[in-house]
């Protein structure tokens, strides 16, 4: 059903309480899983960026763009790189 069925996997584990949204304290949450720090106040920067709602939360379209911004091969490391990078220099 999903167009992105890869990036589905990677979203529903940071979702943990799947209401099929990602908080700022889910994806610190996922951040500490890839042995990242970042802050509560930092994730919820991120998620501001790339929320595309105004909801405060990233949907599955969010963070299938979060995924594409780092690339397919590298994923999860490069996706903690570019967190740092989205921190200090918020996206329009
Ligand atoms: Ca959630």
């Known amino acids: 059903m999903s167009k992105h069925p890869k990036y589905e996997r990677v979203f529903n584990h940071f979702d943990e309480n799947g209401d099929g949204k990602i908080s700022p304290a889910e994806l610190q949450q996922c951040v500490k899983a890839i042995g990242g720090e970042l802050s509560l106040k930092e994730a919820g920067v991120v998620v501001e960026a ?26 999860l490391s490069r996706c903690m790189r570019w967190i740092g990078v989205g921190v200090s220099h918020r996206r329009a």
């Open 50 to 75: 790339l929320d595309s709602d105004e909801d405060g939360l990233l949907g599955l379209e969010d963070f299938v763009r979060l995924m594409e911004e780092v690339g397919e091969e590298e994923k």
